[in-house]
């Protein structure tokens, strides 16, 4: 899917400003400066020659409603997208360039820039924003990724989505095991399954730990029970899943040059081989399953103090069950 959109001021970022500054810290403290605040305002603070922005959007693994031992978000079963998306976009432009005979100022971005995403697609009429704040469109759900190209050159923008279809479905805000999703669209980054597991680095407080469940990357259960992801498009090949299943608890004891040739194409490895058995072990407690305990007794061994303390705590878990 794709829709144009105009280069004006976006509408919402007070919204966002707002929300930034109750929710991200630590390790997400960039998103506060006031260089990226200004450049989320203003796409031509990013390329003043801005005139037009192409928004896409382009389908991942639909999601699966299996509930295995260990469960990985359905978007980072494939290649990682922040390493396909780039060279997909760039021959885009270079296609644009070639059409007009003409080279064409130009910056493109899947989930790694200065760029209000979600906000510039709903604007190109590629879907509304979701109660949990994730973009969702009528006829494909909200199994995609979204990716942006500024453009120098006008193009005639799309007519914005406007309609709102969640209705009085509450089924995303009922089921968030940490109750993340708040009233406002919105959600509380520090409680978010996705954030803890990817982007908090240090320890997850002991009440988070008993509500991951068995998410050891990412969590898909607000999509899981959106009914308009019965409408999930097939994934785009680069990211039909490629990391085998089921994943196994000996993962937990993967050795660093194990863990970076496995997931060296993976968005997993965000997580580093210490965030990634950090949530195994966490996992593993919540499963209680007695047959895990030695890989946790060895666990306890591992060099990661992080690794050490959650292992600890999944051990004493399954020994008190």
């Known amino acids: 899917m794709a829709g144009v959109t105009s280069s004006e001021p976006l509408e919402n970022f007070n919204i966002f400003q707002n929300w930034i500054n109750k929710n991200y810290h630590g ?29 896409l959007a382009i389908p991942y693994t639909p999601i ?41 100022p130009n910056r493109y971005y899947t989930d790694s820039g200065p760029i209000l995403e979600r906000e510039l697609a709903q604007r190109a009429g590629l879907g509304w924003i979701g109660k949990n704040s994730m973009l969702i469109n009528p006829k494909a759900g909200s199994t995609f990724f979204l990716a942006e190209i500024l453009l120098g050159i006008e193009l005639e923008p799309d007519e914005s989505f406007s309609t709102d279809h969640c209705g009085t479905c509450n089924r995303c805000i009922t089921a968030c095991p940490t109750h993340c999703i708040l009233p406002n669209r919105t959600l509380d980054s520090n409680r978010c399954i996705s954030y803890l597991t990817i982007e908090h680095k240090t320890e997850i407080s002991e009440e988070l730990r008993n509500q991951i469940g068995n998410w050891i990357f990412g969590c898909d259960v607000c999509q899981q029970v959106c009914p308009w992801n019965r409408f999930s498009q097939p994934a785009d090949s680069a990211f039909e899943t490629k990391i085998p299943l089921p994943v196994l608890s000996g993962d937990l004891l993967l050795d660093p040059e194990a863990f970076n040739q496995r997931f060296k194409k993976s968005p997993i490895k965000r997580t580093k081989r210490r965030g990634y ?20 007794e060895q666990a306890l061994q591992d060099d990661e103090s992080l690794i050490q303390t959650h292992a600890k705590w999944a051990l004493e878990k399954i020994n008190n069950e």
């Open 27 to 55: 390790e997400m403290k960039y998103l506060e400066t006031e260089r990226n605040f200004t450049r989320r305002a203003d796409p031509k603070q990013i390329l003043p020659e801005c005139k037009s922005i192409l928004v």
């Open 64 to 104: 699966s409603k299996e509930n295995s031992n260990l469960q990985i978000a359905s978007y980072a079963l494939g290649d990682d997208y922040h390493d396909v998306l780039p060279q997909k976009l760039k021959a885009i432009v270079e296609f644009i360039e070639e059409q007009l005979d003409e080279k064409i």
């Open 277 to 296: 058995a950090r949530n195994i072990a966490i996992a593993i407690g919540n499963n209680k399953n007695k047959k895990d305990i030695p890989l946790l």
